[in-house]
């Protein structure tokens, strides 16, 4: 199995759109997927019409230790199921924060469920937390989804030293498997010029020592297109509320890059 984190502290990046769409994708090649909804906003849940409010069992109940995994995880569609958030998981950061090995809970918890799986995504919150901290230390690799802004690599340097500590104390296995280029507008210099940034800036960490040293920028670029801002509204993946799309084109191809990968 794999199991990847997708992640970007900051928001309105395409984290959610991406976790979700390329774990639909996963699952219409025909393998079986999970989707761990592990940001507190619930809007993986959403995408998938799954009641975020409190008292529906959640991710919430297995980090608190009332309900298993399997407990709360949901089918959503062929080969495909989703483990919701709801509002009660912005409690968690407080909660957790006197529980020895509070970090690890989740790795605890997959390492007890017995489904046999082909890929684990876990959507992480926008923020460095407990909750993010819990995704690192359960998987073994992670997306960054990014959005070709010149901003993108102040923060892209702030999440690689948060990956490595995760990989130096609590994950030796964790790697990053690259940069997914998200809301990308090709028509434009700054697109580019973004990307060539980003290429250069992993083409120089390989010359360091740290979990980013095989990351790459994936060819996939994910377009700007509004049937992937419209899809989560309507409770559907991009595949089921516009299979012709250009984000549904962009989110198969990334699926079979990212695939392809491993072999």
């Known amino acids: 199995m794999r199991s990847i984190a997708v992640m970007n502290q900051k928001g309105g990046v395409g984290k959610t759109t991406t976790a979700v769409n390329l774990s639909a994708a996963l699952a219409r090649r025909d393998?079986?997927?999970?989707?761990?909804?592990?940001?507190?906003?619930?809007h993986a849940s959403l995408h998938f019409?799954?009641?975020?409010?409190?008292?529906?069992?959640?991710?919430?109940?297995?980090?608190?230790?009332?309900?298993?995994?399997?407990?709360?995880?949901?089918?959503?569609?062929?080969?495909?199921?989703?483990?919701?958030?709801?509002?009660d998981l912005?409690?968690?950061?407080?909660?957790?924060?006197?529980?020895?090995?509070?970090?690890?809970?989740?790795?605890?918890?997959?390492r007890q469920d017995s489904m046999e799986?082909?890929?684990?995504?876990?959507?992480?919150?926008?923020s460095l937390g407990v909750l993010t901290l819990n995704a690192l230390a359960a998987v073994e690799e992670v997306l960054i989804p990014l959005?070709?802004?010149?901003?993108?690599?102040?923060?892209?340097?702030?999440?690689?030293?948060?990956?490595?500590?995760?990989?130096?104390?609590?994950?030796?296995?964790?790697?990053?498997?690259?940069v997914v280029l998200t809301m990308y507008d090709g028509a434009t210099r700054l697109a580019a010029e973004v990307a060539a940034d980003v290429e250069a800036f992993f083409h120089n960490a390989k010359q360091q020592s740290g979990p980013w040293t095989e990351a790459r920028v994936f060819a996939t670029r994910i377009r700007r297109n509004?049937?992937?801002?419209?899809?989560?509204?309507?409770?559907?993946?991009?595949?089921?509320?516009?299979?012709?799309?250009?984000?549904?084109?962009?989110?198969?191809?990334l699926a079979d890059e990212l695939h392809n990968i491993a072999e």
């Open 147 to 178: 959005q070709p802004h010149f901003l993108a690599l102040h923060g892209l340097s702030k999440l690689l030293q948060t990956i490595q500590l995760v990989a130096s104390r609590l994950n030796d296995r964790l790697r990053v498997s690259g």
């Open 226 to 253: 509004i049937r992937l801002a419209e899809a989560p509204s309507f409770g559907k993946s991009i595949f089921d509320y516009a299979a012709g799309s250009h984000g549904a084109e962009d989110y198969q191809r």
């Open 117 to 126: 799986l082909d890929y684990l995504l876990v959507d992480c919150p926008p």
């Open 31 to 42: 393998l079986r997927v999970c989707l761990i909804d592990l940001d507190p906003q619930a």
């Open 49 to 87: 019409r799954l009641d975020p409010y409190p008292g529906r069992p959640s991710i919430y109940e297995v980090l608190s230790g009332k309900q298993s995994l399997a407990d709360v995880r949901q089918q959503v569609a062929p080969n495909l199921w989703v483990v919701g958030s709801n509002l």
């Open 90 to 110: 912005a409690a968690a950061e407080l909660e957790l924060a006197g529980v020895p090995g509070r970090e690890v809970i989740l790795r605890e918890k997959l």
